[in-house]
């Protein structure tokens, strides 16, 4: 290549950086890198408490083996393992009692409704707070028991056919909870980031993620970085994860008035797994959100203190494998009114707080293992 033909290359190739500058195709940051013009620094914080609620001991008077045809007293004692939340509408069920008799000689596992009960707690109840029958729940203070106590028979020889049996009663514990996270999401005016890259300086954000107690965990994360350019519109993913020993369970219908366990009903979440509610502050509009969610809005007139719009979920929520089985996305953007603040207000950045909160009922179980010795072998 000649001397003439070398400089008109280069003479092209610099004409033609120079309309991509120009035509702002390409900034100086990408150019010449130099540090990040926005870093985030992300902190996520998590109450300790995951299972609210335990199996404290399971015990049995007299102590296993067991002679056949004999009284035995089961004790359950229940507890609450947080500090600072109650555990609300709780019921505990003996759902599974092979061989095991009422006192009045009904079969435990018979289909007569909780043929054996818990003993009475409260002497103005016809029967136990926790035990389910005719809308009796019960509320667990922080870090307090429950005890229940079940008499019951144990078989007779003829039952057991004179041979000595190991049997195991399962228990379990339904209750109620609402999991909650605090979201502080920082939103950076675009000029901000702009005159960073030409400075080639950076400024620190920080996003916080806040999750409150509870079996299921409520987790938001952003598409791409995780900051909102004001002018801009972004992508918000909620996730909810199950990170507790037991498992979520349906709510019924609350109109059961007869003896049967009515382990799961309240009002607000008949036949449905879990309820979730996201609060976006008035700043934040909501350009498209989910289906199954339902989008009602406050402000000054009708709520003072906490004006927004609250996304509610009109459908069950699907788990697979400890998870939500499909992303729950809300596309957001800062308001136009707000936006033109940041712009004529020369706000580098502000950061505002969306909140999440998930109502459901959740299960566990445990079980105590007895010998039935015969008397007469």
Known sequence: MDADLMHN????????????????????????PGPKAISVNVVDEYKDTKDMLSFAKIWTEPQSPILTNRQVTFSVLVQNNDKYEPVKNMVVQMYDAPTFKSL???????????????????????????????????????DEQKLLTYKIMTPTDDEVVHVKS???????????????????????????????QREGTSDTVQLVKSHGAGPIQIDVDLMGEN?????????????????GSGSLVEGIDPK???????????????????????????????????????????????????PGTTAISTADIDFFKGKTQQ????????????????QTLHIPFRSYAITAQADYFYEIRNSIKVTIQPSKV
């Not at 003479?11 to 035509?23: E, M, R, T, Y």
């Not at 109840?125 to 005719?134: L, P, V």
Request: hydrophobic share 35%; glycine share 4%.
């Open 9 to 32: 290359a280069v003479l092209i190739l610099v004409l033609v950086s120079a309309v991509v500058l120009v035509a702002g195709c390409t900034d100086l940051a990408n150019l010449f």
């Open 104 to 142: 009045d000689g009904k079969t435990c596992n018979s289909n007569i409704p909780l043929a054996c009960k818990p003993e009475k707690d409260d002497p103005d109840k016809s029967y136990h707070t926790c035990s389910g029958i005719e809308g009796n729940r019960c509320e667990i203070n922080p």
């Open 166 to 196: 190991d049997v195991e009663l399962k228990f379990l514990a339904s209750y109620q909870f609402n999991s909650k996270l605090n979201l502080i999401l920082p939103i950076v005016n675009y000029d901000e980031m702009v005159r960073r």
């Open 227 to 243: 900051y909102i350019l004001a002018d801009q519109p972004s992508i918000i993913s909620v996730t909810l994860r199950d990170v």
């Open 256 to 306: 059961n008035t007869d003896t049967s366990p009515d382990t799961t009903s309240i009002p607000a979440l008949p036949k449905r797994k879990i309820k979730l509610e996201i609060n976006f502050p008035e700043q934040i509009g909501i350009v498209e959100k989910p289906d199954g969610f339902d989008l009602a809005y406050t402000d000054t007139t009708n709520n003072a203190n906490n």
């Open 327 to 342: 992303s729950i996305n809300f596309k957001i953007k800062l308001k136009d009114d707000v936006k033109t603040n940041f």
